[in-house]
């Protein structure tokens, strides 16, 4: 599903195909640091699917941590995938809002890059990454 709203992020639907390795930089542990300290949020919004590659499958949205000016970030399971494997996909000025967001960094895991609610479910994951809020 795409979504160009200001409060929307990476709700994208990716055109090709993944990259053959993923690009794991700053923006992309960003990301992951930003889920791992985002709060689940149904928006209803149905299952993602990677519409690029066919990765992931969740219902879940997540609303990011941090002051955007905006009042709410939302985004999903996905968007580490679409970082790391559909970079040039997403939209730049996106890319900037994340690297400008100051969140702490995290090294993405297997679940995470291949965009699985694993890799955000608290209950596979553990507690939170502290330092937020
Ligand atoms: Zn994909």
Request: proline share 6%.
């Amino acid at each position: 599903m795409i979504d160009d709203s200001p409060t929307a992020l990476l709700w994208i639907e990716p055109r090709y195909p993944a990259a053959a390795r993923p690009l794991i930089d700053d923006i992309a542990r960003r990301m992951t640091g930003a889920m791992l300290a985002s709060t689940s949020y149904n928006l209803t919004r149905g299952a993602h699917q990677c519409t690029g590659c066919g990765s992931g499958m969740s219902s879940s949205s997540y609303r990011l941590v941090g002051n955007f000016g905006l009042g709410a970030l939302y985004t999903h399971a996905l968007a580490v995938h679409y970082l790391a494997y559909h970079r040039d996909e997403c939209p730049p000025e996106q890319l900037e809002l994340i690297a400008d967001m100051g969140w702490a960094e995290a090294e993405p895991s297997a679940d995470a890059l291949a965009g699985s609610w694993r890799a955000w479910d608290r209950t596979v994951q553990g507690p939170r990454v502290r330092g937020y809020r």
